[in-house]
């Protein structure tokens, strides 16, 4: 034996459109499977049990394309997830020019714990996710730096309450 597929599923929305962009496992409990869904790109969190069972669906999004590029998941049940928006709404806040990078907690009921969003002028995108320890989150990317989008990558330190840390680009 080794290697042999012990099952697969398929998810989409209403229109039949969804990507999957990033995976984590839940311990033994399962997996969680991030990206997203809709002809509006919204952020979709679908959790499957580790025998392929559909266990919930979270979407949130804002009037623009959003997308996660990257998970992570704690000891405590907690998501975080890594990506972009191009929404004015997302969080509340007022869009730049372009994407803006984000990072989202979801408690371990799924309601929202925060949202942090943050960019350059052009396009901007978290697009990895890792956790420590000590409960803080570090995100990587780019930044568009101008107009003509050349950027820089960037590292990115935020606290368990959703705080930046430090920035290193």
Known sequence: GGGETLWSRQFADAKGYAEGHAVSALGDAGVVVAGYSGTGRD???TELSASGVLLR????????EDTVY???TNSAGA??????????NFDGGQA?????????KLGAD??????????????????????????AIYLAG???MNAMKEGEGFVRKIDAAGNTRWTTA
């Open 79 to 88: 998501i975080y997830v890594a990506g972009r928006t191009s929404g004015a």
């Open 57 to 64: 669906d979270t979407r949130f999004g804002s009037a623009g």
């Open 70 to 72: 990257g998970i992570a």
């Open 110 to 135: 799924r309601t929202l714990g925060w949202i942090t969003r943050f960019g350059g002028i052009g396009d901007n995108a978290a697009k990895a996710i890792a956790l420590d320890t000590e409960g």
């Open 96 to 104: 730049q020019a372009g994407s803006e990078a984000f990072a989202v």
């Open 43 to 45: 952020v979709r969190v």
């Open 142 to 144: 780019d930044f568009a």
